[in-house]
T-cell receptor, first 108, second 114 residues
Framework: DAKTTQPPSMDCAEGRAANLPCNHS???????VYWYRQIHSQGPQYIIH???NNETNEMASLIITEDRKSSTLILPHATLRDTAVYYCIVRVIQKVTFGTGTKLQVIP | DAGITQSPRHKVTETGTPVTLRCHQTENHRYMYWYRQDPGHGLRLIHYSYGVKDTDKGEVSDGYSVSRSKTEDFLLTLESATSSQTSVYFC?????????????FGPGTRLTVL
């Protein structure tokens, strides 16, 4: 499985866009990039996924570089409720591993 | 929220005792997973199931066994609990392993082994 690298922590001002980077330089051609988040001690929550093209849904946007070696999750208008740990994962089979993620702190 | 429940939600047990955690879903999803979460390690896959009686190992399967006799239930058993198995355990489900699937997670079980 491709491994991912994320910064351990980031801060973002409330109302501003939060841009969370992820490096996945060993990703294979058929592996998807997925983003989840975990608020406090709750179970992880799915956010978005993509293969090659940029994706957008009601929660976030996902920008994947053309070489697919990195991606960025964008929360367009961060709120205090977006404070969480964000996980970037790649998978092609079931044996996926979540890393330690990025702890995003949204500041009032 | 996806219909996933875990029981018990909290458990304290002693080293050497057997422990069984239960995951129950009402979504009729084919795939079910057990993860553990420890500080500094993120979530790690223990076992998963791709159908009734069909299971496979994950990254950290040693010391754990699983069973799935019905679509809706996935059991995780620690035959002889050790202190290193103190963790938060999450169950997850997904409809498919194909492209674009997503996993829905349960609320977690906090297990303490003394």
């Amino acid at each position: 499985d491709a491994k991912t690298t994320q910064p351990p922590s980031m801060d973002c001002a409330e109302g501003r866009a939060a841009n969370l980077p992820c490096n996945h330089s060993t990703i294979s051609g058929n592996e998807y990039v997925y983003w989840y988040r975990q608020i406090h001690s709750q179970g992880p929550q799915y956010i978005i996924h993509g293969l090659k093209n940029n994706e957008t849904n009601e929660m976030a946007s996902l920008i994947i570089t053309e070489d697919r070696k990195s991606s960025t999750l964008i929360l367009p208008h961060a709120t205090l409720r977006d404070t969480a740990v964000y996980y970037c994962i790649v998978r092609v089979i079931q044996k996926v591993t979540f890393g330690t993620g990025t702890k995003l702190q949204v500041i009032p | 929220d996806a219909g996933i429940t875990q029981s018990p939600r909290h458990k304290v047990t002693e080293t050497g005792t057997p422990v069984t955690l239960r995951c129950h879903q009402t979504e009729n999803h084919r795939y079910m997973y057990w993860y553990r979460q420890d500080p500094g390690h993120g979530l790690r896959l223990i076992h998963y199931s791709y159908g009734v009686k069909d299971t496979d190992k994950g990254e950290v399967s040693d010391g754990y066994s699983v069973s799935r006799s019905k679509t809706e239930d996935f059991l995780l058993t620690l035959e002889s609990a050790t202190s290193s198995q103190t963790s938060v355990y999450f169950c997850a489900i997904s409809e498919s392993a194909g492209e674009g699937y997503e996993q829905f997670f349960g609320p977690g079980t906090r297990l303490t082994v003394l």
